[in-house]
């Protein structure tokens, strides 16, 4: 860009310099060629053919001729060649000067424009930058929509900023409240500081303690920063051992756990790939209450698939897979009553990644939700 920008500018230079040069050369000629032709046809028809003669046998610089010329009133007509020189050469500078202000114009006013824009940013403002007109340079117009498009994606940073703030304050509001409200009304003798008040608050801080580990597992927003301790690990046993651990939550809420899986050994992180199943099999439960939810291990080509499938009533997004990002949710008031914190889907989805996977969202046949850890055979190396 910058170089095609310095090549318009010196093509500009040396278009002037070639006009110029050019004007100085021959538009002396045609001025006197001009003065000639006016002043001849000044003449009477016979003074004009004696002229005429005149030049056709001396020529133009001949004494005859100019002697000619003076006794039928050239004087006024006579330049002086320095004199005309000099005009032309100075209006073709002026000339000269205004293509060269129009062209430079055209160049620093879009560029003021984004420097007028960029100082805005740095002070906070997120505004895109005020058009440029249809004459600008093309180099111009790429780096203004460059930068229309840098000043986007810095709006929508301070955006997810903000949202993730909000949405982490919200999360930290509730435990905290109940503890300080539990504090205060054991100081003030209300509540007695027994074994059932410490199990709460213990609880309480228990939500506070996950929600700052989640906050540490999506500090690498892709999650390939995640530390992994591989080590061959049944899957088939590992996901067994989550659905026994979680039975009984989903008993409470009148559903049950299914267990559909193929015997498969691979390397991978153990404790992270049961966090991921723990956190879709807890999805499923807290939202497909009193529903048959099925939990399956089986290869399929070159990858293993962990699925959690259940016959509630689906995703509440129409594009499930945006449930993925970090405290994305797709029905506020339900997860907010149901305690969720918009992280444990993006948690699964950081996982995943970390062993070269990836989570997939979609609807089951049937009905119901259907959520995939896809994790590909050859990508399982050394950590």
């Not at 989640?214 to 080590?231: I, K, V, Y």
């Not at 989550?242 to 691979?266: F, K, M, N, W, Y």
Request: glycine share 10%.
């Amino acid at each position: 860009m910058i170089q095609g920008l310095r090549a318009r500018i010196a093509l500009s230079a040396i278009i002037i310099s070639v006009f110029a040069a050019l004007v100085a050369a021959f538009a002396p000629d045609y001025v006197y060629a001009l003065r000639d032709q006016l002043f001849m046809a000044s003449l009477a028809p016979a003074d004009k053919m004696q002229l005429a003669r005149l030049l056709d046998t001396w020529g133009q610089c001949s004494p005859l001729v100019y002697d000619f010329k003076m006794d039928h009133g050239f004087a006024p007509w006579h330049l002086n060649y320095g004199w005309a020189l000099g005009g032309i050469i100075l209006l073709t500078a002026v000339c000269c000067a205004g293509f060269a202000v129009i062209s430079a114009g055209r160049i620093a006013a879009p560029i003021e424009a984004l420097a007028s824009s960029a100082r805005k940013i740095a002070a906070g403002d997120r505004q895109a930058p005020p058009a440029i007109g249809r004459g600008a340079p093309r180099e111009i117009a790429e780096l203004h929509r460059d930068f229309a498009a840098m000043t986007r994606a810095l709006s929508a940073a301070d955006n997810d900023v903000h949202m993730r703030s909000a949405a982490i304050a919200h999360e930290l509001r509730t435990p905290l409240s109940v503890l300080r409200g539990r504090l205060i009304g054991v100081q003030s003798g209300v509540f007695v500081l027994d074994a059932a008040l410490l199990d709460s608050l213990l609880r309480q801080i228990g939500l506070v303690d996950q929600l700052v580990a989640d906050l540490n597992l999506l500090a690498s927003p892709l999650g390939t920063d995640m530390h992994l301790d591989r080590e061959p690990v049944a899957l088939d046993g590992l996901a067994a051992s989550v659905v026994e651990t979680l039975q009984h939550d989903a008993a409470e809420r009148g559903g049950s756990l299914l267990l559909d899986a193929t015997p498969i050994v691979a390397r991978v992180d153990p404790g992270r790939i049961e966090r991921a199943l723990v956190n879709l099999v807890a999805n499923a439960i807290r939202y497909a209450p009193g529903t048959d939810i099925q939990v399956s291990v089986r290869p399929a080509a070159d990858k293993i698939l962990l699925a959690v499938r259940d016959n509630g009533p689906g995703w509440p997004s129409d594009d499930p897979q945006s449930l993925a990002a970090a405290f994305a949710r797709g029905d506020e008031s339900r997860s907010r009553q149901s305690g969720g914190s918009g992280l444990g889907l993006a948690i699964v989805s950081a996982i995943a990644r970390a062993h070269g996977g990836s989570l997939r969202l979609s609807a089951a046949d049937g009905g119901g939700a259907l959520a995939e850890i896809i994790i590909p055979v050859g990508g399982m190396g050394e950590d």
